[in-house]
Protein backbone atom coordinates (compact mmCIF):
# COMPACT_ATOMS: atom_id res chain seq x y z
CA UNK A 1 0.00 0.00 0.00
CA UNK A 2 1.55 3.43 -1.04
CA UNK A 3 1.72 6.38 1.24
CA UNK A 4 -0.19 9.53 0.72
CA UNK A 5 1.84 11.79 -2.05
CA UNK A 6 3.07 15.36 -0.68
CA UNK A 7 1.48 16.53 -4.14
CA UNK A 8 -2.17 17.92 -4.09
CA UNK A 9 -3.37 15.49 -6.34
CA UNK A 10 -4.17 11.50 -5.63
CA UNK A 11 -4.42 8.95 -8.36
CA UNK A 12 -7.69 6.31 -8.71
CA UNK A 13 -5.37 3.31 -7.68
CA UNK A 14 -4.02 4.99 -4.81
CA UNK A 15 -7.17 5.96 -3.20
CA UNK A 16 -8.67 2.20 -4.21
CA UNK A 17 -5.90 0.78 -2.49
CA UNK A 18 -6.63 3.25 0.89
CA UNK A 19 -10.65 2.35 1.09
CA UNK A 20 -11.31 1.89 4.87
CA UNK A 21 -8.39 2.81 6.27
CA UNK A 22 -9.46 4.98 9.32
CA UNK A 23 -7.70 8.10 8.60
CA UNK A 24 -9.25 8.51 5.43
CA UNK A 25 -11.50 10.91 4.62
CA UNK A 26 -13.22 10.90 1.40
CA UNK A 27 -15.53 13.89 0.11
CA UNK A 28 -17.89 14.26 -3.18
CA UNK A 29 -17.60 17.50 -3.49
CA UNK A 30 -19.85 17.94 -6.76
CA UNK A 31 -21.70 21.15 -7.45
CA UNK A 32 -22.40 21.99 -11.10
CA UNK A 33 -23.41 24.94 -13.00
CA UNK A 34 -27.36 25.89 -12.63
CA UNK A 35 -27.49 25.47 -16.58
CA UNK A 36 -26.36 21.93 -16.23
CA UNK A 37 -29.52 20.63 -14.49
CA UNK A 38 -27.61 18.14 -12.20
CA UNK A 39 -28.59 17.00 -8.56
CA UNK A 40 -24.91 16.79 -7.03
CA UNK A 41 -26.80 15.43 -4.03
CA UNK A 42 -28.67 12.97 -5.69
CA UNK A 43 -26.06 11.87 -7.88
CA UNK A 44 -24.44 11.11 -4.59
CA UNK A 45 -27.50 9.06 -3.42
CA UNK A 46 -27.27 7.01 -6.67
CA UNK A 47 -23.86 6.11 -6.35
CA UNK A 48 -20.51 7.32 -4.69
CA UNK A 49 -17.13 6.12 -4.19
CA UNK A 50 -17.28 4.16 -1.16
CA UNK A 51 -17.31 5.77 1.98
CA UNK A 52 -17.52 8.88 0.31
CA UNK A 53 -19.19 11.76 2.75
CA UNK A 54 -21.33 14.57 0.47
CA UNK A 55 -19.70 18.18 0.66
CA UNK A 56 -22.61 20.31 0.57
CA UNK A 57 -20.38 23.15 -0.63
CA UNK A 58 -23.72 25.78 -0.78
CA UNK A 59 -24.44 24.86 2.41
CA UNK A 60 -20.89 25.13 4.15
CA UNK A 61 -20.59 28.60 2.99
CA UNK A 62 -21.82 32.04 4.56
CA UNK A 63 -25.63 31.92 4.93
CA UNK A 64 -25.69 35.67 5.90
CA UNK A 65 -24.94 37.31 2.92
CA UNK A 66 -26.04 36.93 -0.57
CA UNK A 67 -22.83 36.21 -2.49
CA UNK A 68 -22.60 32.96 -3.26
CA UNK A 69 -19.95 30.47 -2.19
CA UNK A 70 -18.63 32.70 0.53
CA UNK A 71 -16.40 31.16 2.78
CA UNK A 72 -17.90 30.41 6.40
CA UNK A 73 -17.03 31.84 9.57
CA UNK A 74 -14.10 29.45 11.34
CA UNK A 75 -17.11 28.21 13.53
CA UNK A 76 -19.62 27.45 11.43
CA UNK A 77 -17.02 25.62 9.24
CA UNK A 78 -15.38 23.44 12.05
CA UNK A 79 -19.21 22.95 13.00
CA UNK A 80 -19.54 21.57 9.84
CA UNK A 81 -16.45 19.80 9.46
CA UNK A 82 -17.45 17.97 12.73
CA UNK A 83 -20.64 16.37 11.83
CA UNK A 84 -19.15 15.27 8.89
CA UNK A 85 -16.54 13.40 10.91
CA UNK A 86 -13.44 15.26 9.29
CA UNK A 87 -11.91 15.73 12.43
CA UNK A 88 -7.76 16.86 13.35
CA UNK A 89 -5.23 14.79 11.45
CA UNK A 90 -7.49 13.36 8.97
CA UNK A 91 -6.69 12.39 5.12
CA UNK A 92 -8.62 13.56 3.10
CA UNK A 93 -9.46 13.23 -0.85
CA UNK A 94 -12.07 15.22 -2.62
CA UNK A 95 -14.02 14.61 -5.97
CA UNK A 96 -16.57 15.82 -8.16
CA UNK A 97 -18.67 14.95 -10.75
CA UNK A 98 -17.26 16.72 -13.86
CA UNK A 99 -13.69 15.08 -13.18
CA UNK A 100 -12.30 18.82 -11.63
CA UNK A 101 -14.49 21.07 -11.39
CA UNK A 102 -15.79 21.86 -7.49
CA UNK A 103 -13.61 19.64 -6.08
CA UNK A 104 -10.20 22.07 -5.80
CA UNK A 105 -12.58 24.70 -3.75
CA UNK A 106 -13.01 22.56 -0.87
CA UNK A 107 -9.64 21.70 -1.25
CA UNK A 108 -8.61 25.15 -0.45
CA UNK A 109 -11.40 25.92 1.76
CA UNK A 110 -10.14 22.80 3.88
CA UNK A 111 -6.38 24.42 3.38
CA UNK A 112 -7.57 27.75 4.13
CA UNK A 113 -8.66 26.74 7.27
CA UNK A 114 -5.66 24.46 8.78
CA UNK A 115 -6.45 20.91 7.19
CA UNK A 116 -2.51 19.43 6.29
CA UNK A 117 -3.25 16.29 4.48
CA UNK A 118 -5.81 17.19 1.77
CA UNK A 119 -5.90 16.32 -1.90
CA UNK A 120 -7.32 16.25 -5.32
CA UNK A 121 -8.96 12.81 -6.96
CA UNK A 122 -6.93 12.84 -10.46
CA UNK A 123 -9.63 12.57 -12.71
CA UNK A 124 -12.67 12.53 -9.92
CA UNK A 125 -15.84 10.53 -10.39
CA UNK A 126 -15.81 9.97 -14.55
CA UNK A 127 -12.44 8.71 -14.40
CA UNK A 128 -13.33 6.02 -11.23
CA UNK A 129 -16.48 4.95 -12.90
CA UNK A 130 -14.75 4.74 -16.29
CA UNK A 131 -12.05 1.90 -14.58
CA UNK A 132 -15.12 0.04 -13.68
CA UNK A 133 -14.08 1.00 -9.52
CA UNK A 134 -16.49 0.55 -6.87
CA UNK A 135 -19.68 2.04 -5.70
CA UNK A 136 -22.06 2.50 -3.01
CA UNK A 137 -25.64 4.07 -2.42
CA UNK A 138 -27.40 6.18 0.03
CA UNK A 139 -25.43 7.98 2.44
CA UNK A 140 -22.59 7.61 4.31
CA UNK A 141 -22.23 8.43 8.10
CA UNK A 142 -19.19 9.07 9.90
CA UNK A 143 -18.97 9.60 13.56
CA UNK A 144 -18.47 12.94 14.51
CA UNK A 145 -15.02 14.43 14.96
CA UNK A 146 -13.48 17.82 16.50
CA UNK A 147 -11.68 19.85 13.77
CA UNK A 148 -9.81 23.17 14.58
CA UNK A 149 -9.86 25.63 12.60
CA UNK A 150 -6.74 28.53 11.80
CA UNK A 151 -7.81 30.29 9.32
CA UNK A 152 -4.90 31.68 7.11
CA UNK A 153 -5.92 35.22 5.98
CA UNK A 154 -3.27 35.30 3.36
CA UNK A 155 -4.56 32.96 1.09
CA UNK A 156 -8.05 34.68 1.05
CA UNK A 157 -8.76 37.98 -0.88
CA UNK A 158 -11.00 40.69 -0.31
CA UNK A 159 -12.52 43.15 -3.17
CA UNK A 160 -10.41 45.79 -0.97
CA UNK A 161 -7.27 43.55 -1.61
CA UNK A 162 -7.75 43.12 -5.09
CA UNK A 163 -7.84 46.73 -5.61
CA UNK A 164 -4.92 47.78 -3.67
CA UNK A 165 -3.08 45.13 -5.44
CA UNK A 166 -4.12 46.57 -8.81
CA UNK A 167 -3.49 49.94 -7.98
CA UNK A 168 0.01 48.85 -6.91
CA UNK A 169 0.73 46.79 -9.82
CA UNK A 170 2.19 44.49 -7.26
CA UNK A 171 0.01 41.20 -7.72
CA UNK A 172 -1.35 39.43 -10.99
CA UNK A 173 -4.92 39.17 -10.76
CA UNK A 174 -5.86 35.81 -13.16
CA UNK A 175 -10.00 35.33 -14.44
CA UNK A 176 -10.50 32.03 -14.85
CA UNK A 177 -13.84 32.57 -16.82
CA UNK A 178 -14.62 31.94 -20.49
CA UNK A 179 -12.55 34.33 -22.53
CA UNK A 180 -16.05 35.69 -23.57
CA UNK A 181 -17.04 36.20 -20.29
CA UNK A 182 -13.94 37.97 -19.61
CA UNK A 183 -14.41 40.31 -22.62
CA UNK A 184 -17.93 41.12 -22.18
CA UNK A 185 -19.73 39.78 -25.09
CA UNK A 186 -21.60 37.32 -23.26
CA UNK A 187 -24.54 37.73 -20.16
CA UNK A 188 -23.01 35.85 -17.42
CA UNK A 189 -25.09 33.05 -16.24
CA UNK A 190 -26.02 34.89 -13.12
CA UNK A 191 -28.76 37.46 -13.28
CA UNK A 192 -28.06 41.03 -12.69
CA UNK A 193 -24.50 41.37 -13.53
CA UNK A 194 -22.52 43.55 -15.64
CA UNK A 195 -20.06 41.70 -18.41
CA UNK A 196 -16.82 42.66 -18.56
CA UNK A 197 -13.92 41.80 -16.40
CA UNK A 198 -11.11 43.55 -13.62
CA UNK A 199 -9.54 46.10 -15.14
CA UNK A 200 -6.06 45.15 -14.67
CA UNK A 201 -6.69 41.46 -14.88
CA UNK A 202 -5.80 38.76 -17.37
CA UNK A 203 -7.89 36.09 -18.88
CA UNK A 204 -6.67 32.46 -17.99
CA UNK A 205 -9.76 30.20 -18.75
CA UNK A 206 -9.45 27.06 -16.45
CA UNK A 207 -10.14 24.75 -19.33
CA UNK A 208 -6.89 25.98 -20.38
CA UNK A 209 -5.45 23.54 -17.23
CA UNK A 210 -7.51 21.21 -18.12
CA UNK A 211 -7.40 17.60 -20.38
CA UNK A 212 -10.55 16.00 -20.49
CA UNK A 213 -11.78 16.53 -17.23
CA UNK A 214 -7.94 16.36 -15.60
CA UNK A 215 -5.38 18.87 -14.81
CA UNK A 216 -2.54 18.66 -17.35
CA UNK A 217 1.39 17.90 -16.24
CA UNK A 218 3.58 20.40 -14.38
CA UNK A 219 5.36 21.12 -17.41
CA UNK A 220 1.86 21.88 -19.91
CA UNK A 221 0.54 23.73 -16.81
CA UNK A 222 4.15 25.89 -16.59
CA UNK A 223 3.64 26.12 -20.37
CA UNK A 224 0.73 28.03 -19.99
CA UNK A 225 1.48 30.23 -17.48
CA UNK A 226 4.36 31.10 -19.50
CA UNK A 227 2.62 31.90 -22.69
CA UNK A 228 0.93 34.52 -20.49
CA UNK A 229 4.18 35.49 -18.82
CA UNK A 230 3.48 34.51 -15.48
CA UNK A 231 6.76 34.42 -13.65
CA UNK A 232 6.80 31.22 -10.55
CA UNK A 233 7.68 33.70 -8.36
CA UNK A 234 4.60 36.25 -9.32
CA UNK A 235 2.30 36.85 -6.74
CA UNK A 236 -1.29 35.84 -7.68
CA UNK A 237 -4.97 36.17 -6.88
CA UNK A 238 -7.38 33.75 -8.74
CA UNK A 239 -10.46 34.83 -9.66
CA UNK A 240 -13.82 33.73 -11.46
CA UNK A 241 -17.72 33.70 -11.51
CA UNK A 242 -18.32 32.80 -7.62
CA UNK A 243 -15.00 31.88 -6.61
CA UNK A 244 -15.46 27.80 -7.80
CA UNK A 245 -13.16 27.31 -10.84
CA UNK A 246 -10.71 30.07 -9.54
CA UNK A 247 -9.40 27.37 -7.18
CA UNK A 248 -8.42 25.48 -10.26
CA UNK A 249 -5.96 28.15 -11.12
CA UNK A 250 -4.81 27.77 -7.64
CA UNK A 251 -4.60 23.97 -7.99
CA UNK A 252 -2.44 24.43 -11.04
CA UNK A 253 -0.52 27.13 -9.97
CA UNK A 254 -0.01 24.57 -6.44
CA UNK A 255 0.67 21.76 -8.99
CA UNK A 256 3.31 23.49 -11.34
CA UNK A 257 5.36 25.13 -8.14
CA UNK A 258 4.01 28.19 -8.69
CA UNK A 259 3.32 30.53 -5.61
CA UNK A 260 -0.73 29.77 -4.69
CA UNK A 261 -1.52 33.41 -3.71
CA UNK A 262 -4.52 34.61 -2.32
CA UNK A 263 -8.38 33.40 -3.72
CA UNK A 264 -10.68 36.83 -4.45
CA UNK A 265 -13.61 34.80 -2.70
CA UNK A 266 -16.34 37.33 -3.87
CA UNK A 267 -15.18 37.15 -7.60
CA UNK A 268 -17.62 38.40 -10.39
CA UNK A 269 -20.34 37.91 -8.69
CA UNK A 270 -19.31 40.82 -6.11
CA UNK A 271 -17.36 42.78 -8.66
CA UNK A 272 -19.88 42.63 -11.33
CA UNK A 273 -22.85 44.13 -8.91
CA UNK A 274 -24.58 47.17 -10.95
CA UNK A 275 -23.09 49.28 -8.09
CA UNK A 276 -19.61 47.65 -8.08
CA UNK A 277 -16.40 48.90 -8.94
CA UNK A 278 -15.34 50.08 -12.43
CA UNK A 279 -14.81 47.22 -14.97
CA UNK A 280 -13.69 46.71 -18.17
CA UNK A 281 -14.56 44.92 -21.43
CA UNK A 282 -12.37 43.66 -24.82
CA UNK A 283 -8.97 42.12 -24.20
Not at 37 to 46: A, D, I, T
Not at 270 to 279: A, H, R, T, V
Amino acid sequence: MTELPPAPLVSTQWLAERLGTPALVILDGSWYLPALSRNPRKEYLEGHIPGAVFFDLDAISAQETSLPHMMPDPVSFANSMRRLGIGDGAQIVIYDGMGLFSAPRIWWMLKAFGAKDVHVLDGGLPKWNAENRALEDGETKRAEAPFTTRLDHSVLATMSDVQCALDSQSVLVLDARPAERFRGEVAEPRQGLRMGHIPGSKSLPFSLLLDNGRLKSPDKIRDVFRDLGIAASQPVITSCGSGVSAAIITLALTVAGHKPGALYDGSWAQWGLPDGPPISTGI
